[in-house]
Structure formats: C-alpha cells, structure tokens
C-alpha cells in the first residue's frame, strides 16, 4: 500500500469519526427534545479498483420503530377521546348531586315532599306554605341549572370542534409542505432528518384529533389515512370543513340542520365518534355535542316532564279547570307533549301560589282553581299534593325501565343512568391511559440513551486518534523521504 493510500484512508477514518461525533453530539443535546429520534451513522468500506480506499459514509439515518410509533398514536387517540367524555358524565353526576347532599337533584324533591307534609300539618301556617314555594322554586332551578350547563357543554364542544378543524387543517397543510422540503433536501444529497422530526410531531397533533395510519411512500414522503377509511393526505392533503355556531338550545340538532357536520373536501361525511373522524378527540366532541349531552337532556326534560303532569289532573286538585296548568308549568303554561325538548329548562313553579309572581300562598291549601280562600284548616289538598308527589308513577318518556317510580325514584334513576355512563367511559380511560402509557415507555426505550451515547463518544475518540496517529506517521515518513 502507498504512503498516498494510506493517508488517504486515515483521512476518510477522520472524516468518519468527526461525523460520528457530530451524531453522538446531536443525540445527546435532543435527548429531551420532543419527537426527537435517535440518529445513527452508517458506514461501509470503500473501494477503488478494487482495492481498500478507507471508510464511507453513507448516510445518517433515524431511529424509529414505526410499529409501536403507529400503536402509540392510536393509544393517544383512544386516551383523549375517553378522557373527554369521562369529564363531561362526570361533570354531569357532580351537578345532579348525591341523594344524601342537600342540594342534590333527589334531595330537592325530597325537600318538597318533607314541605308539603309539615304545611298538611298547619295548612293555616303562611311560613309553612312559603316553604312549600321555596322548595319548588330550588326544584325548579335546580333543573333550569342541568340544562343551562348541558347545552353549554354542547356549545363548548361545538367550539372546540371548530378549533380542532382548524387545527387539522394546518397541521395536514404543513405536512404536506414538509414532504415537499423533504424531497428537495434529499434531492440535493443533504440531511433532512430534522425536517422528519418536525413532521412526525404534526402527524402526532394530527393523530390526538383523529386516529391516523401513516404509510410511507417513495422518497421519505408519508400518506396519511384515518382509521375510518378517510383520506386525510394522499399528494395533497384533504380540506375538513365545518361551520361552528354561537347558541346552541335544547332543540337543536345535526339531524335537523340546525348544526353543522364535517365534509371532507366540500364532501359530507358521518360525524359521529364512529365515523370516518372519529375516534379521537375531535369524534369525542362530536359525541358529547349530539349524543351524551342530549341524552343527559332527554333524561332531565323526562323528569321535568313527570313532575308537570303528576299536578296536571283534577284528581289531584278538582279546582284546575280544563286546560289550567297544575303546580308545575311548562314556562307558565299547561304541557305540550310535542315540545319536551329543553322543558327542564323551561318548568317553572306556577306563579298563582308563588307572592313573588304576584300569586297567593293559600291557593296551595285551597286549589289553583279556588277564586277565594276557604278554610285555613282544611289539608286535603296539601295531602294530595303531597301523594302525587311520592306516588309510583311510570313515566311518559325518557330512557328509563318502565317501572311506576316515585318523583324522587325518577330522579335517583337519572342519576344511576349518568353515573354508570361514567363508570364505563372511567374503564375505558383506565385502559386507554395504562396502554398509551406502556406504548410511551416502549417508544422511549428506542430514543436517546445518554450512557451508551458517551460510551460511544469514547470509541469515536479513540478511531480519531487512531488515524491521527496515522496521519503523523505518514507525515514523519515522508519528511524523513524528502530529507534523503
């Protein structure tokens, strides 16, 4: 071999060692760096016509299990969407109350049956009617309280569906520019590593939204597909529309059109969380929108429902005229049965006993009907009123099991529906977050080891002082050649 070979050799191996430096160095600053992959250096012997010319290097390339990457981004997915819904259910059951609280929805009931019984007691006590009213009246916004913050949480889902489009829309459009500065950099022969990492923390963002598979394509370039068979970046990438909207009321639903859906590409697709877009967050906002939330407000308005026409008959009190409503009014009329949507909003205490409406107390002892007082000792109405209350009734709508059940039977029913919803979706995080985490941690275990990487450094450090040291002794061979 020449002395020309051979420092030609030592010098590759130098150039091989100050690039294997500058990967350990690169991997060690970014070990906490997020969407980080580890980098490793590839290298393979050279030859020129035939014989050994040094060291290559090939290239640097990233480190990254794409199996447990992709497992892990359907786990983020899965997590946030049963994250969500546990915190609405849950947010839910807090405001509907334990039976054992007093400001529970089963306890005000309760307060208004133990009312009218102590005002059956002293049907001449006006302290003891306006107890009676009191009572009602928390009733009565206690329910308006549900439905106010169940659609508010309808109006907050169609919001965050609204950023999470957005949100889409970007990240899809920024991938989709990153594959093109990819393929450049790759073209002109230079590192485009960094622009990966970039691209794999958007598709990350992408897959919390919406459940993804990324399959790779020719050149470093990636499609992206929804777990639902969507199309989301495929050469260009997709466009998902909707319209958010400001109010959001009992009444209104995406079945009617008075709230928006997805499109794909100007295209309607299913929004539900088991559609094409579903799965994720953005799947979990559209089921709280029009699937949990409703059906919590179904739950209610069937409870205000039950209350409005256990009052509704003359059986209960002879005086009501035909078409007058009873203790409990739909907004202060009778109930229509076509417009239950949001009554639990809407029920109010019937202003003929309530002063503050300009009514009178006694027309609790003596019938809403009565045109003067009668008797104030005379409890039979008050009796009645209290019986109806706490009679098993089987109710008109509603979800429930069909069995007659007491006003605040019905009511700790509302509750035993919401909080098993709860239950189950609390399962569902459980195992959704054990996974996500476990994928994490495998995920982690392929990412920058910084005792390895220094142990590294110490082999880099050595092979460069190697071929230093060759390098010198070319050098003192040639001198001692030119001095001959």
């Known amino acids: 071999m020449s002395l020309s070979t051979s420092l030609a050799n030592a010098l590759s191996g130098l150039t091989a060692s100050s690039r294997a430096a500058s990967v350990v160095s690169s991997n060690v600053s970014n070990a906490l760096t997020g969407g980080y992959a580890r980098r490793e250096l590839h290298l393979s012997p050279q030859s020129l016509g035939g014989t050994g010319a040094g060291v290559r290097v090939d290239g640097i390339t990233r480190s990254v299990n794409f199996a447990v990457l992709a497992d892990r981004r359907l786990a983020d997915a899965d997590a946030g969407n049963a994250g969500l819904k546990t915190a609405f259910l849950s947010r839910t059951e807090t405001l509907i109350g334990d039976p054992e609280d007093a400001g529970s929805l089963a306890a005000r009931i309760t307060a208004v049956e133990a009312a009218l019984i102590q005002a059956a007691s002293r049907p001449d006590s006006q302290t003891r009617l306006q107890s009676v009213v009191d009572a009602a009246t928390a009733l009565t916004d206690h329910l308006g309280v549900l439905t106010d913050d169940v659609q508010q949480a309808r109006m907050d889902a169609d919001a965050g569906i609204a950023r999470q489009v957005e949100t889409l829309n970007t990240s899809l459009a920024r991938i989709d520019r990153l594959n093109a500065e990819i393929l450049a950099q790759r073209s002109a022969g230079r590192d485009a590593t960094a622009l990966m990492d970039q691209r794999q923390l958007l598709v990350d963002r992408v897959a919390e939204i919406v459940p993804v598979r990324e399959v790779p394509r020719d050149r470093d370039q990636i499609a992206l597909f929804t777990t639902g068979g969507a199309i989301l970046l495929e050469g260009n990438p997709a466009v998902i529309g909707f319209t958010p909207v400001g109010v959001i009321t009992a009444d209104m639903t995406i079945g009617s059109g008075a709230l928006s859906g997805l499109t794909i590409n100007g295209m309607p697709v299913p929004s539900t969380d088991d559609g094409v877009l579903g799965g994720g967050t953005l799947g979990a906002m559209l089921a709280i929108r029009d699937i949990l939330a409703p059906g919590a407000q179904a739950q209610f308005d069937a409870l205000a429902r039950d209350l409005i026409e256990r009052f509704e008959t003359p059986a209960v009190d002879p005086t009501l005229a035909p078409g007058q409503p009873g203790l409990f009014t739909d907004a202060g009329a009778v109930l229509d049965p076509m417009l239950e949507e949001g009554l639990a909003g809407r029920i109010r205490l019937n202003a003929l006993v309530d002063p503050a409406s300009g009514g009178q107390l006694w027309h609790l002892r003596d019938g809403l009907g009565a045109a003067t007082p009668g008797n104030v000792g005379d409890a039979t109405l008050l009796n009645s009123l209290g019986a109806a209350l706490s009679a098993g009734r089987v109710p008109s709508s509603g979800s429930f099991i069909g069995a007659a059940r007491s006003a605040s ?39 920058v080891d910084t005792d390895a990487e220094m142990q590294n450094l110490l082999l880099v450090e050595q092979a460069f002082s190697a071929n230093a040291r060759v390098i010198q002794v070319i050098d003192d061979l040639i001198q001692q050649l030119i001095g001959l």
């Open 409 to 447: 039977g019905l009511a700790a029913d509302v509750l035993s529906g919401i909080a098993s919803a709860r239950q189950q979706a609390e399962l569902r995080e459980s195992y959704s977050v054990s996974r996500q985490e476990a994928l994490t941690e495998l995920q982690l275990a392929d990412g």
